[in-house]
């Protein structure tokens, strides 16, 4: 396990690092109790692994995007008819400036889909905090973003192999309750 030290880990950060199955179980729960998504977008779908309970036990259809298969959603430039977005992006993407990756790929939902979807993205903690005043991401997160309307907070070491300090944050949720713990 190695814990994120930028001096220590400069150039040994995964880029594809799957969800834990933990997450996947969880927003099938708390989502499927209150929402019967039957179509759901998955921006970066890696092994599918966030959206396969949605399909076999609702019979969801799922729009993949997964750059490993030639299925690059940042490309994509129709607007995208789904009743849920999961997403949970790659946290450090090349060619991103001063943008986190997570940023793009929120940019990027919010241009291409209905803006009352209710989305849900796995993201590093600074995408929403230690924010300064003047910062874009902040005001675009308070002001230009859907409303985050519940937060789950995960445990520092629940991504194999890497200790990083991160979230899930639920946008157009209404329906869930404001904040979650993880249950381990």
């Known amino acids: 396990m190695s814990v994120y030290v ?3 880990n400069k150039g040994k950060k995964r880029s594809d690092t799957p969800t834990d199955l933990r997450i996947c179980d ?17 921006p970066c779908a890696g092994d599918r692994r966030l959206t396969k309970q949605f399909v076999k036990l609702n019979n969801t259809e799922v729009i993949n995007y997964e750059i490993k298969e030639g299925t ?6 129709n607007k995208i008819d789904c009743d849920l977005v999961l997403c949970n992006p790659p946290f450090n ?28 993205l796995i993201t ?5 905090l230690n924010q300064k005043i003047k910062s874009k991401r902040w005001r675009k997160v308070r002001d230009d973003y859907p409303p985050i309307t519940s937060i789950i907070s ?28 993880l249950p381990i």
């Open 124 to 128: 590093p903690m600074g995408f929403r």
């Open 6 to 8: 930028k001096r220590d």
């Open 72 to 77: 690059d959603f940042l490309k994509e430039t």
């Open 154 to 181: 995960l445990p520092l070491d629940i991504f194999e192999d890497t200790l990083f300090h991160c979230e899930i944050l639920c946008f157009n949720c209404f329906e869930l309750l404001p904040h979650y713990f």
């Open 93 to 120: 993407l090349n060619g991103t400036g001063k943008k986190l990756s997570v940023e793009v790929f929120m940019d990027k939902i919010i241009e291409l889909v209905d803006k009352d979807t209710p989305i849900i």
């Open 26 to 42: 969880f927003i099938y729960k708390i989502v499927s109790d209150k929402y019967n998504p039957n179509k759901i977008l998955d």
